[in-house]
Structure formats: C-alpha cells, structure tokens
Nanobody, 124 residues
C-alpha cells in the first residue's frame, strides 16, 4: 500500500523559507508514468495544486508560486521536496503531498494517494 508522510511545515514570517518533505513508501520511482504533487488548502478554501513533477522530471507550477517554489525528488530516498522561498501570508495553509500512477494533473481528484498534510503558517 502506498503511503505518503509529509514533514517540514511550520511558522515563518513573510519573506522566509521552508522546505517540505514527503517520504513515499510502498511504491518505487522505477515505474514510469507516475506523478507527484504538492497541493495546499487554506481555511475555507478549496484544495489547490501548487506544483507537480512527473516521472521524467518535468515540473509544473501554479502561477502564484512560480519563481518562489521549487519541487524536486530524490529517487534513491523515495522523497519528494518543496522548497518554498519568499513566503507570503497567502501561502499559508495545509500542504499535502499526493501521488498518482497515471500522469500529472492539476485536479486533486485525479490523485489516488495522499499524505496527512503539514501546516504552513506565514505571518506578515
């Protein structure tokens, strides 16, 4: 069974940085066609895609985070990362790691596997 466990959330001031990690178990990156992604959900808002990375290493970002966030993966460690720089108050929310075996999408409903989330708070 695929399991995803996020860590790295916390509280920072605007302009600060955080690095989120997501350890994946029960699945190996040797399979092609998978997609890993980060989503976030602020209180009272819908879950939204932040960044995705495909099995070929191709990345995609939400316009709101381009130039500030970087998604990456370490296949040897089965770990997904999200480096977040120049954080803004509007970046606050619960961040979720997600995975799917059928290619990348911005739709949360297309991802079959989810972590429990890690909270990010950004103060102004």
């Amino acid at each position: 069974q695929v399991q995803l466990v996020e860590s790295g959330g916390g509280s920072v001031q605007a302009g600060g940085s955080l690095r989120l990690s997501c350890v994946v178990s029960g699945y190996t990156y040797s399979n092609s066609g998978y997609c890993m992604g980060w989503f976030r959900q602020a209180t009272g808002k819908q879950r939204e895609g932040v960044a995705t990375i495909g099995s070929d290493g191709s990345t995609s970002y939400a316009d709101s985070v381009k130039g500030r966030f970087t998604i990456s993966k370490d296949n040897a460690k089965n770990t997904l990362y999200l480096q977040m720089n120049n954080l803004k108050p509007e970046d606050a929310g619960m961040y979720y790691c997600a995975a799917d075996l059928n290619g990348c999408s911005w739709k949360a409903s297309d991802f079959a596997y989810w972590g429990q989330g890690t909270q990010v708070t950004v103060s102004s």
